[in-house]
């Protein structure tokens, strides 16, 4: 439709029609067979609402969602096609390792990749938009959705956001599959206090502005149709009816022109957090603050035509929020066509096809961190292997997001080893539940509760303590449930479960070479696995091929090259923790952990276990002192900063370098290291090679004392290492030295 086309339509349309385009509800009020993502209990919908709603979320599958379109737009007076809306996280059906992993990967281009065969796969089962990417920044590993995130660290999720919206979007919705992006939750929702879902948010503007809002920028200047608000306040007031945050930042500073959906339920819940006396200030509020879509808690249908008719809310206002709809429908086709990638051949055809389950595994191989290796891995292949745990038969490795996949098609680990294993000796013993006891985990579609009798725990126990006598080396795939981790899985304990604690006890009292690979969704406290195991391959939740990854990691056919995207702590209790913090008066420093008045703990180190960036590989590399073109930049100009990096190993490995910058003094204090640029090379042994960085002036700028984002003249700390704890630098100048 043309731009005239559309005025022409909101001309004609009611006011009743305008506010029902603003309004969504959950599938399940058409089909019974909708995913419910929210708290739906007692929520109900006068009719009318209903049938005039513009959007839908949770539906899919070609037949149900052309069933709903064709009734809907039968009855609906101006024809105004629906949107199909659902969360297509880390995949449709082929599902890939969760953001997380996927930010270990440090290839933005491959997660960008796995978004458009998500796309591909969801358009052609009917839908139009997704909800992510998350591109929210987390700190802290006890909030359960970090796992939705791809990490702590503002520069890499933002080029994580880009690369992510431009898969599921293309080019401007790309066809076929056009599927529009929405970035969420704006702003500071991975920041909740003490790492509760849904908690107070505590941020200064100057850290929101420093930290958490450049991911979401990177999204939206990428060309994300939909952004999402957060449940959570900022300075006091929710972000959902904030009309500063809204209208001002996300509006007018960063330029957000698409449409902004509020997150399920979340205007009504201003009443609940003590913002609105009732729902029809909260409809007000939202609306105020250019909230353009209700998920789901019907106050926009309930509220907003009387509150246009009694002169409280200009109609003008409802009209913008509602071309802005009109236009996310026409530039999606929907007008033309309004099944427009809906096809069950198609959809058959591309569902969990060989290509897409390929290269599944290569996003999980990539997305593999080793984090302890004592040169047991590669598997030879000849030894006599037991693989132990309960991830070893289990085919949970799909997040708890990936509703729309089947865990019954992953591969389970066994199956994997059966097929691609070299090793004709193994033995395989599932040791101990997956959870503890009483532990009782509800995901969007099943429930997670084990009944073994005390009787048969024993008994699994046993088994496994017998194969790890019999074995040379031990495997153990241990972790978190995946419904462990997602939205509502805040955890105070960030270990695995006691049961599988004890099981990793036992084994390795019976045999001193003990492998672990860790299934997690969040960062754990391993200090416990650290000790026992000689190597721990951390691989989250790598989705459907994730098992043939393994496989392909642990005997060498792939040799691991992912690096943390967010610390593992020594303990809880150093969390929130992130490498670019802020110096401190009285800095705590290596060697001198005696000197009693500096910024530490008394019983941990203040270090994490495993720092953002970290990741060991089958060979070694070395690197070079950082070298600069120049010892000055002016403004304007440009310095090159490089090292030599070369594989001193026996195999083929894949380095990631890592470029920090530090300011040492400024109007504002400076990070210790800020992450400004990453590159992957693939080394043969023996092979080096030259990395080099281009750093300008706009590397170097920062929200300044004069509240704005420019360079100050002074030095610079540049270093270039394989993570975060680098100490390989060198300096520079940004203007004349005096
Ligand atoms: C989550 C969102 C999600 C929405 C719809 C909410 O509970 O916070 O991230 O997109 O549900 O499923």
Redesign the pocket.
Known sequence: MTKEGLHDLLEVMSLEEKVGQMNQLSGSFFNPSASV??PIEGKKFARESISLCGSV??LMGTKTVKKVQKEYLENHPHKIPLLFMM?VINGYKTIFPIPLAQGASFAPKLAGHCARIAAKEAAADGLHVT?SP?TDLVWDARWGRVMESTGEDPYLNGRFAEAMVKGYQGNGFDRPYAMAACV??FAGYGAPEAGRDYNTVELSQHTLRQFYLPAYEAGIHAGAALT?AS?NTLEGIPATGNLWLMREVLRKEIGFEGVLIS??SAIEEMISHGYCADRKEAALRAVMAGVDIDMMSGVYAEHLVRLVREGQVAETLIDEAVMRILKLKNNLGLFENPYPDSDENEASRLFLCQEHREFARKAARESFVLLKNDGILPLAGEKKTAFIGPYVGSQNLIGSWSLTGDVKDVTTLKKALLEQGPNQDMAFAQGSPMLDEMMDLEGFHERQKENFTPGEQEKMLKEAIDAAKRAEVVVMALGEDRLQSG?ATSNANIQIPKVQQVLLEEVSKSNENVIVVLFSGRPLDIRNIVQKAKAILQVWLPGTEGARAIVDVLFGEYNPSGKLPMAFPYCVGQVPIHYNSYPTGRPHIPGKDKDRFRSKYLDIPNEPLFPFGYGLSYTCFSISPVMLSKKDMIKGGCIEASVMVKNIGSVKGTETLQLYIHDLAASVVRPVKELKGFCKVELKPGEARKVCFSITEKELRFLTGNGRVESEEGEFEVYIGNSSSTDNKARFMLGCRR
């Open positions: 993502t929210g979320l949770g969360d909800f998350m969420k939750h999402m449940f997150d399920w939205e």
